[in-house]
Structure formats: structure tokens, C-alpha cells
């Protein structure tokens, strides 16, 4: 196997996080396992580093995009050639990461996204949320070119091109569907495997139904103005410091 690390950002995610690594050792026992504890006021990073994970220890909260940021420079630092994506909550079910691993090869592509949206998939949410995830998937699918079903799935494998890229240039505040964006106007590819989603092992999600309206304007905005924007390349098309 290439040399690989999951990734799992963490805020006050304690009594989630210990189980999460646990699974992903048990399913992927070769691969290093790096916690990024992003500014948790609990007992995040102590349980992590009790299950034997690496910690990145944020001193504030940079929230999603920063904290996978940090994650990325790190396996870009230390040689990863593949970096996994996982939610410390538990909702990602580990034993599919070898979905995404599979593709990664197979597929050629140098991100492979986990939907929920693809084959028999339960996965069930609010109708404000479905219909954003509708709304971000028409557009981004019209903005690469081919469709992209779940656009927001924080669920995902990168290869060594997509590590450096984001280890240098990644979107802040609600990544995962600018992500999408960045890849393609970079020259790099993608692909979606169909995934389950499950519940939260503990607590509940940040984003309510207000936030929801105010996530979807802001993020639909941030893509808009992606279009512009020029990746952070150098003169030798390498990314930026």
C-alpha cells in the first residue's frame, strides 16, 4: 500500500473521536492516523492521542478549512503519496475508505469523492439540505463538466498532486464544494464512489436550518467568485509559499 495517513479534524469532538480512530486502525492498520484538534475546549486531543493517533494540536478554532489545511501540509511535509478525509463524528463508515482507495487507483483521478448520492444509499436529511446539495450540484457539475452528485461529502481521498495543491490552497470556511472548483482549474481530476453515511456517535451538527440558508448563499457566492480566481501557482508551476 502507498504510504497513507487519514486525516480527521476535530473540534470538541471528544466523545466521538477515540471510537473513529479505533475503526480506522482496525480497517486500515498500515495507515498513520492524524487527529488536526482544532482549538477543542474538551478532552479532544488527550483521547486521540490515548488511541495512539498523531495530533495536531491548533491553538485556536480556524474551523473545517483551515484545520484540513493543516492536515494536508502536514502529510505534504512528511511524504504522503494519499490522504484520507474523515469526519470525527463517526458519521464515515471507515471500512469504505477501501471504496475511495480503489478508485483512486483504478480511476486514475487524483480525488475520489464518497457520495451518498450514488446506488442504494439510506442517507437521510433535511429537505433544506437536500436542496442545497441539489443546488451546489447542478452548478459545480456545470462549472467541471461532468456530473458531481454530492458535492458536499467530507469524506474523500487525495493523491500526492491534490496533497500539495491543497497543502498550499484551500478554501477556509466551507471547503468541500469549492474544493471541487480548485481541482478542475488546476488540470487535476475526480471521481465519486457510492458510500453510507451514519449517524453522529455523539452530539449534533453546527449547521441549523438558518445557517443552512446563510451556508448556501455564502458558498454559492465563494464558488462565483472561484471562477476568477488563479490558483496559487509559481512561475515553475509549482504551488506557492
Same mark, same amino acid.
Given at each position: 500500500?502507498?504510504?497513507?495517513?487519514?486525516?480527521?479534524?476535530?473540534?470538541?469532538?471528544?466523545?466521538?473521536?477515540?471510537?473513529?480512530?479505533?475503526?480506522?486502525?482496525?480497517?486500515?492498520?498500515?495507515?498513520?492516523?492524524?487527529?488536526?484538534?482544532?482549538?477543542?475546549?474538551?478532552?479532544?486531543?488527550?483521547?486521540?492521542?490515548?488511541?495512539?493517533?498523531?495530533?495536531?494540536?491548533?491553538?485556536?478554532?480556524?474551523?473545517?478549512?483551515?484545520?484540513?489545511?493543516?492536515?494536508?501540509?502536514?502529510?505534504?511535509?512528511?511524504?504522503?503519496?494519499?490522504?484520507?478525509?474523515?469526519?470525527?463524528?463517526?458519521?464515515?463508515?471507515?471500512?469504505?475508505?477501501?471504496?475511495?482507495?480503489?478508485?483512486?487507483?483504478?480511476?486514475?483521478?487524483?480525488?475520489?469523492?464518497?457520495?451518498?448520492?450514488?446506488?442504494?444509499?439510506?442517507?437521510?436529511?433535511?429537505?433544506?439540505?437536500?436542496?442545497?446539495?441539489?443546488?451546489?450540484?447542478?452548478?459545480?457539475?456545470?462549472?467541471?463538466?461532468?456530473?458531481?452528485?454530492?458535492?458536499?461529502?467530507?469524506?474523500?481521498?487525495?493523491? %500526492?498532486? *491534490?496533497? &500539495?495543491?491543497?497543502?498550499?490552497?484551500?478554501?477556509?470556511? #466551507?471547503?468541500?464544494?469549492? $474544493? !471541487?472548483?480548485? =481541482?478542475?482549474?488546476?488540470?487535476?481530476?475526480?471521481?465519486?464512489?457510492?458510500?453510507?453515511?451514519?449517524? %453522529?456517535? *455523539?452530539? &449534533?451538527?453546527?449547521?441549523?436550518?438558518?445557517?443552512?440558508? #446563510?451556508?448556501?448563499?455564502? $458558498? !454559492?457566492?465563494? =464558488?462565483?467568485?472561484?471562477?476568477?480566481?488563479?490558483?496559487?501557482?509559481?512561475?515553475?508551476?509549482?504551488?506557492?509559499?
Amino acid at each position: 500500500m502507498n504510504k497513507v495517513i487519514v486525516i480527521i479534524p476535530a473540534f470538541n469532538e471528544e466523545a466521538s473521536v477515540g471510537k473513529v480512530i479505533t475503526e480506522v486502525k482496525q480497517f486500515l492498520p498500515d495507515a498513520n492516523v492524524l487527529v488536526v484538534n482544532d482549538g477543542s475546549s474538551d478532552r479532544t486531543s488527550e483521547t486521540a492521542k490515548g488511541k495512539g493517533a498523531i495530533v495536531l494540536d491548533l491553538p485556536f478554532n480556524l474551523g473545517i478549512g483551515g484545520a484540513m489545511q493543516a492536515g494536508y501540509w502536514y502529510a505534504f511535509e512528511k511524504g504522503y503519496e494519499v490522504a484520507i478525509q474523515v469526519d470525527g463524528d463517526g458519521q464515515h463508515d471507515p471500512k469504505e475508505i477501501f471504496k475511495l482507495l480503489k478508485a483512486l487507483e483504478e480511476k486514475a483521478v487524483d480525488l475520489v469523492i464518497g457520495s451518498r448520492f450514488i446506488g442504494d444509499s439510506e442517507f437521510k436529511s433535511s429537505m433544506m439540505r437536500r436542496i442545497g446539495i441539489l443546488i451546489f450540484s447542478k452548478v459545480i457539475s456545470w462549472i467541471v463538466g461532468h456530473p458531481i452528485t454530492d458535492p458536499t461529502s467530507g469524506f474523500r481521498a487525495a493523491n %500526492r498532486k *491534490a496533497i &500539495e495543491l491543497f497543502a498550499f490552497d484551500y478554501p477556509q470556511d #466551507y471547503p468541500e464544494p469549492e $474544493v !471541487l472548483v480548485l =481541482i478542475h482549474k488546476c488540470g487535476l481530476k475526480m471521481a465519486e464512489v457510492p458510500i453510507g453515511m451514519s449517524k %453522529r456517535y *455523539a452530539g &449534533e451538527s453546527s449547521i441549523t436550518k438558518m445557517r443552512s440558508v #446563510y451556508y448556501m448563499t455564502k $458558498v !454559492l457566492l465563494a =464558488i462565483l467568485v472561484d471562477c476568477f480566481k488563479k490558483p496559487r501557482l509559481d512561475s515553475g508551476g509549482k504551488y506557492a509559499t
